[in-house]
């Protein structure tokens, strides 16, 4: 194991909240959530504080026990507080069948052989929402709110706490889709529009990470090789649940590797110039139709405004490309650090 290196702390640490939706080590889960959350717990520039699980990638409570056998494996230590089962408003037996289905549809179990399946955990009795609005409320402008999932649980929490809107430093927002070929919609968004839909229009500072620019990041096995490289305790979680969804996508999406999506937004957290950005009306439509779960956007002043009034609130940032030889030398250098258990 690589030797323990030293960390100089950061005066202006970023004390995060992740509401995420992990499914590292389950057989056709999406694992960018993961990757995040070792990012964040490597960065000395981050004090990662609360993880909380949503419905999404996995069920709500297979994510509780994903993020826990990720922190019981790396030796720390993270509250963790499962939240919503379904979406607010959105039926959940459509997107259950398509996520938890496909990798056994298309036969593809066999990628995960060897590959240790996450532990079972019992979630504690508070709930996600609850525990993101007491954190935020009770430390006004100093917590930015990281959601990679739906955002059931962040819709929960502004509904309960009404000043979470304005006490939020941040909320960064992997989500919503745009101008990508063979999307509609993303499944953050689709799996709860009515939640995206009331936190984008919350007031509350937003970034948005779209999957146009994070169907820019690529993780090949090739670069995986290196972090397996590094022998820390995250390093080796990381390589062996990241293995089998990189041939997973390289077969099923045709890509020379995989996506990942949610670890860009930490790392943007972590090195602003990584990207770069534009501000966007921003909204989700919440119809019934083809569109419902769809994103769109647009900024003013507009060629044709018939019939259009612009919202109240303020323009959303919106990442919209990305440096991906630094996000791949962002992860490796923190997640060559053994962070303090």
């Known amino acids: 194991m690589a030797a323990r290196q030293p960390v100089i702390l950061n005066t202006e640490m970023k004390r995060l909240i992740i509401d995420c939706d992990p499914g590292n080590g389950v057989p056709g889960a999406n694992v960018d959530d993961g990757l995040a959350i070792a990012l964040a717990l490597s960065s000395p520039e981050i004090s990662l504080e609360l993880i909380t699980t949503v419905a999404g990638n996995t069920p709500s409570t297979l994510g509780y026990s994903?993020?826990?056998d990720l922190l019981t494996r790396s030796?720390?230590?993270?509250?963790?507080v499962k939240g919503a089962d379904q979406a607010l408003e959105e039926p959940a037996a459509p997107w259950r069948q398509l996520l938890d289905r496909r990798v056994h549809d298309k036969q593809l179990n066999h990628l995960w052989q060897g590959v240790t399946p996450p532990a079972s955990y019992t979630p504690p009795a508070q709930d996600a929402a609850d525990a993101i609005g007491e954190l935020i409320c009770a430390n006004p402008g100093e917590i930015t709110l990281v959601a990679?999932?739906?955002l059931t649980n962040v819709a929960r929490a502004l509904q309960r706490y009404p000043h979470m809107a304005s006490c939020v430093k941040e909320i960064a927002i992997m989500g919503g889709v745009f101008a990508l070929d063979d999307f509609v919609k993303d499944t953050n968004f689709g799996v709860d529009p009515e939640a995206a839909h009331q936190v984008l229009t919350s007031g509350a500072n937003i970034t948005l990470v779209p999957m146009d620019v994070t169907s820019k990041t690529m993780m090949t096995h090739q670069d995986l090789?290196?972090?397996a490289a590094l022998s820390t305790p995250l390093a080796e979680f990381i390589s062996e649940t990241l293995r089998p969804w990189i041939d997973y996508s390289m077969l099923t999406r045709h890509l020379p590797?995989?996506?990942i999506h949610d670890a860009l937004v930490v790392a943007w957290l972590i090195k602003p110039q990584l990207v770069s950005f534009d501000y966007y009306y921003v909204d989700v439509e919440i119809r019934p139709g083809i569109t419902r779960g769809k994103s769109w956007r647009f900024r003013a002043p507009l060629r044709i405004d018939v019939g259009i009034t612009l919202p109240q609130n303020a323009p959303v940032r919106v990442l919209n490309n990305v440096d991906n030889?630094?996000?791949l030398a962002i992860l490796e250098q923190n997640l060559?650090?053994?962070p303090a258990a």
């Open 66 to 68: 994903v993020a826990q």
């Open 75 to 80: 030796g720390l230590q993270v509250p963790v």
């Open 148 to 150: 990679i999932g739906p």
């Open 225 to 227: 090789d290196r972090i």
């Open 257 to 259: 590797g995989c996506w």
């Open 325 to 327: 030889a630094l996000l």
């Open 336 to 338: 060559a650090i053994l």
